[in-house]
């Protein structure tokens, strides 16, 4: 039976609306509010801030490619600039998206539009985003295979996803790309689904005509091995389910699971996907430990990620 006194020791208070309140005071009065999924985004900003202010804790940031087509590309960049994570797992989409946004502009759309219109005059369409055909597909075809003829030149003919990752970011002359400032902090980036996506594509596309060049997954694999294995703690900061999600809690099972993790969806549960399946059922499995620090908060990563983030560094300055 559950003691009445403990249960009662935190009453809901109101939030007060203030005239220049910053990010952190609104997300300090939501714990003190309730109010739903308001409390849980606040108990994310404090997990989230231990695991960066903890020395010795690895931190994990997952996400799927969706939202770098959109302006929350740049509060991932401004995590991987101020080196507020440790190791990235992504999809292939985010190569496509954040070299095609270097490269060329993606636009305003609406998620009521003519589809077929749309594919008629060569735009396609990621939600209520626009991408014109140029912009995506011919710009990686006609920038990627120049890079990739020059690594070959120098010998480089088998390169993990991390490599290639790092390759492309060395030869980025834009600081609102995350490949980029990843190459600038040497912070990996792994990609376990390569192949599906733009990027993947042109890779397959260029061994037709090289058919020695290579990419291993493996060597992808050894290092997540090492890290995980040499880590005295870890913690996650996971959007999206998918592989990304999979791959950062799958990894860190084999170390007795995350000590603090921070999930962000929209999914439902009910459905048994990965995507739906809360933090909570991963400690089933070990991929989180029993007495880890953990919390789902459900919404729009593009809502919630920069309120996460600027938060967090109103909290650091």
């Not at 801030?49 to 929350?72: N, Y």
């Not at 990739?148 to 030869?171: D, I, P």
Request: proline share 3%; glycine share 8%; hydrophobic share 40%.
């Amino acid at each position: 039976m559950e003691d009445r006194e403990q249960l009662l020791k935190k009453p809901v208070e109101d939030i007060l609306v203030e005239p220049g309140m910053t990010v952190s005071k609104m997300l300090e009065q939501f714990g003190k509010a309730g109010g739903f999924s308001a409390a849980h985004l606040s108990e994310a900003v404090e997990i989230f801030s231990r695991m960066v202010k903890q020395d010795d804790c690895k931190v994990f940031l997952s996400f799927p490619a969706c939202i770098m087509a959109t302006g929350t590309r740049g509060v991932l960049v401004e995590l991987v600039k101020r080196k507020l994570v440790d190791v990235i797992i992504t999809t292939c989409g985010t190569l496509d998206h954040d070299l095609a946004r270097s490269w060329a502009k993606y636009y305003h759309g609406r998620f009521d539009m003519d589809d077929a219109g749309l594919f008629d005059a060569g735009v396609n369409r990621l939600g209520n985003v626009l991408v014109p055909n140029e912009c995506y597909g011919t710009v990686l075809e006609d920038r990627m295979l120049p890079v990739l003829k020059e690594l070959y030149a120098q010998g480089k003919k088998e390169l993990s996803t991390r490599e290639l990752a790092k390759e492309f970011g060395q030869r980025m002359d834009d600081e609102k790309s995350l490949l980029y400032w990843a190459a600038v902090n040497d912070i990996p980036i792994y990609t376990p689904g390569i192949t599906d996506g733009a990027f993947g594509s042109n890779l397959w596309m260029f061994t037709q005509e090289h058919r020695d060049f290579k990419v291993n997954l493996f060597r992808d694999e050894q290092e997540l091995s090492d890290i995980v294995f040499t880590a005295k703690s870890t913690g996650a900061l996971m959007v999206g389910g998918g592989i990304s999600k999979h791959h950062t809690i799958w990894w860190n099972q084999y170390r007795g699971g995350l000590d603090m993790a921070v999930y962000i969806t929209t999914a439902v549960e009910h459905d048994g996907s990965l995507s739906g399946a809360r933090i909570k059922e991963a400690v089933s499995w070990g991929k989180v430990q029993k007495e880890a620090d953990h919390v789902t908060v459900d919404g729009d990563a593009t809502i919630l990620l920069p309120l996460i983030v600027a938060g967090l560094v109103d909290k650091m300055e």
